[in-house]
């Protein structure tokens, strides 16, 4: 392995910045279980759809000078399919007396992936994709980043913001932290609880969808392209903490570092074995993660 | 009891010549395994699919073999090993398969290879170039694609040709990257050709190589070999010029995938430089029947044929007239034919399948050769001849 601190630099911003990226998806699994308290397997599938609308509005409609436009409508276009199907898919878990909550949300969201995936295929073929980018290389002093990774990682940033915001400053946000700590308490107050669980996880997954837009130019769009991004953003919130929201960006952040320093200073094969070995010494060190906090049940 | 006893007989003779005549209008199947959706490389799948079953209906048209009509069972391994092994056992088991063909990943044909020894039906690797799918000198395993030793030599005689001194290879971990990287290594060490070669392995799932990549512009070579298969492949493509790799150091891809039609749409502008190897040029000749399906693939799909298709719907020949010489769809039979027969493909070359040495048992090689993309929108029909293994 080579060595030098332009490498290392260079290394490093590639890590800070896609690991940004990570973080969206990890922020939309772990918001959704704050909420709703459902795992959404389906979540790599959202990624995708994001991915795909990304790509249409890019190479069909409006060309590469608006990506910044298809990559709202993607995160639109996904938010109203979770809007569609939360009350359909999830709803039932609360409206109806079940007795295992957890296995029916494991089972629903599991058969939506493998629905959601064949579909792709189904109607994209198998192919490889990929919406065009004009964005010109980027100079960070001497070292050269590519457009369409800065864009992406700045529009990022800037969707955690307002996310941020949306949770801490609107009468809404209100009421989804509040839902967060005590459905009852807020079910009690008059507040429609099922619109909110509605609602949260059409942002949740909304999140997915905007984070597979804006990586579609550099990880390229296909049916399975959300499958390894969804194992990251699980990784993540182990490593940040379930429901944490600074544990998203935080544990995006130093996958992302960790992944690309390990791959390109110790060996390139395990890439993907850095990451699981961080969440190991997280779950040995502290085992509700980073910025988690131990759960009580009643 | 005379009259009822021929009465019985004359219905146990109707049943069993009817059976006889039932079974003797059941088609003969063929197996084809390959990847048909993600992480396989999809795009070989389909060509060779294609060209299979432009075989069948070629070979059905001619009168079939031995009398009854092949049909192809066409089943998905997505490129793992392990769904490519249960489709072997359910094409064998439940759709009494004679021969499997269709494979593009080495690793999906060498773990089909270890139960196919056991099951007996013979298999045949369309795309696959892994020594081991051959080298392990299995009676069933078969092949008509470019083993790694002379596919190694091809991208060292372009890159001695180019008199380029530094080449990083960056290869996935599988059997057949893994085969590639050792064998361009071996080669540059018993040829003395004095070539530093670096030489970085990836897993094929990542979805971002630009630490690898960064690693290579660090070394700053002259030439890089992508030795990934798919999603990969494209990926180092995109990376490479976002760090500045390309268009500076020259590129070949270890097999056709920029052969593709939407490989431009991929990468547009930055497609252009890029060289592959090739096993098949528009430009090459083509035997008869190798004449006739570039006709009708033309007509059905508006596009010329490449590699894939014109490998697969030759392996659906090749089974068919190995059936028709043994007169029998025994699998033993078939072997037996496959290899002391000599057979007709796309190329002009005959194909043999003799049982020599290492990885050339029971291998047909096509000619192998790198293709040159020096303009936006170039098909191998236009691209510029590279080198030719062997010139």
């Known amino acids: 392995m080579i060595f030098s601190t332009e490498l290392l630099i260079q290394t490093l911003l590639s890590g800070l910045m896609v690991g940004v990226l990570y973080a969206l998806m990890a922020l939309g699994i772990t918001f959704i279980y704050s909420i709703v308290k459902t795992i959404n397997w389906a979540m790599g599938e959202f990624y995708m759809i994001g991915s795909y609308i990304q790509f249409v509005a890019v190479h069909f409609l409006l060309g590469p ?11 639109a276009g996904t938010f109203l399919l979770g809007l569609i199907l939360e009350p359909i898919l999830i709803k039932p878990m609360y409206a109806r007396p079940l007795q295992r909550r957890d296995d029916y949300a494991t089972v629903v969201t ?44 700045l529009f990022a940033l800037l969707a955690l913001a307002t996310f941020w915001l ?14 967060a700590q005590n459905r009852v308490a807020v079910q009690t107050a008059g507040v429609d609880v099922y619109r909110l669980d509605a609602v949260a996880f059409a942002i949740g997954v909304a999140l997915a969808g905007l984070a597979g837009a804006l990586l579609a130019p550099l990880f390229m769009v296909f049916p399975t392209n959300g499958a390894v991004t969804t194992v990251k953003g699980f990784e993540i919130i182990v490593i940040g903490g379930l429901g944490s929201i600074p544990g998203a ?28 070995l961080l969440v190991i010494l997280i779950l040995i060190i502290r085992p509700n993660g980073l910025f988690g906090e131990r759960g009580r049940e009643a | 009891m005379w009259r009822g006893g021929c009465a019985g007989g004359a219905l146990l003779l109707s049943v069993l010549f009817g059976l006889g005549a039932a079974a003797a209008q059941e088609p003969i199947v063929f197996g084809v395994i390959t990847p048909l959706s993600p992480p396989g490389e999809t795009a070989l799948g389909q060509l060779a699919k294609r060209g299979a079953e432009i075989g069948a209906e070629y070979i059905n048209e001619k009168g079939g073999v031995l009398g009854r009509k092949v049909a192809l069972s066409v089943q998905d391994s997505a490129g793992k090993n392990e769904q490519a092994v249960a489709a072997y056992r359910r094409l064998v088991s439940s759709d009494k398969a004679v021969a499997v063909f269709g494979f593009i990943h080495s690793g999906a044909n060498i773990a089909v290879n270890e139960v196919a020894k056991e099951m007996g039906v013979p298999t045949m690797g369309t795309q696959t170039g892994a020594s081991d799918v051959t080298a392990k000198h299995y009676d069933v395993a078969f ?8 596919r190694a030599a091809t991208w060292l005689g372009w890159i001695k ?24 290594e071996k080669q540059n060490k018993d040829k003395a050709l004095g070539l530093e070669i670096q030489t970085i392995m990836f897993d094929r799932t990542t979805t971002d190589l630009l630490p690898q990549l960064l690693q290579v512009k660090a070394f700053k070579p002259d030439a890089i070999v992508n030795v990934g298969v798919g999603q990969p492949l494209d990926l180092m493509i995109t ?23 939407q490989f431009w749409q991929l990468h547009g502008d930055k497609g252009v430089g890029i060289n592959f190897v090739a096993f098949y040029s528009p430009k090459s000749e083509l035997s008869e029947v190798g004449k006739e399906f570039a006709k009708r693939y033309q007509a059905k799909f508006n596009e010329p044929p490449v590699y894939a298709a014109l490998n697969g719907f030759a392996n659906a020949l090749v089974f068919a007239e190995a059936i028709e010489k043994a007169k029998s769809t025994e699998p033993k039979a078939i072997i037996k034919a496959l290899e002391e027969g000599s057979f007709s493909g796309w190329s002009k070359t005959p194909i043999t399948f003799p049982r020599a040495e290492g990885a ?23 691209a510029t001849v590279a080198y030719v293994l062997g010139e």
């Not at chain 1, 400053?169 to 839902?179: C, E, M, Q, S």
Request: aromatic share 10%; hydrophobic share 50%; proline share 8%.
């Open chain 1, 249 to 276: 960006l935080v544990g995006g952040v130093l996958l992302g570092l960790i992944e690309s320093l390990g791959a390109a200073f110790i060996s390139s094969p395990y890439q993907n074995v850095y990451g699981f």
């Open chain 1, 166 to 179: 949306i949770i801490k400053k609107t009468w809404v946000g209100l009421a989804l932290r509040a839902a």
């Open chain 2, 360 to 382: 050339l048992w029971h291998n047909w090689s096509p000619p192998l050769m790198v293709l040159s993309y020096a303009a936006k929108d170039q098909t191998p029909a236009t």
């Open chain 2, 143 to 150: 092949r008509t694609h470019a083993v790694d030793p002379p």
């Open chain 1, 65 to 75: 000078n608006w990506w910044w436009l298809a990559a709202i409508l993607a995160a």
């Open chain 1, 110 to 153: 599991i058969a939506l992936l493998l629905l959601l995936r064949n579909l792709a295929v189904a109607l994209g073929g198998p192919n490889q994709y990929r919406p065009e980018s004009n964005l010109p290389v980027v100079w960070i002093g001497p070292l050269p980043q590519e457009g369409a990774r800065v864009a992406a990682c």
């Open chain 2, 161 to 184: 040709k180019n008199n380029f001194k530094r080449v990083s290879i960056l290869a996935e971990t599988t059997d057949y990257g893994i085969g590639l990287a050792k064998e361009t």
């Open chain 2, 239 to 261: 990376q490479a010029h976002t760090v500045g790799l390309l268009p500076g150091a020259a590129m070949v891809t270890s097999y056709d995938a920029p052969a593709r039609p």
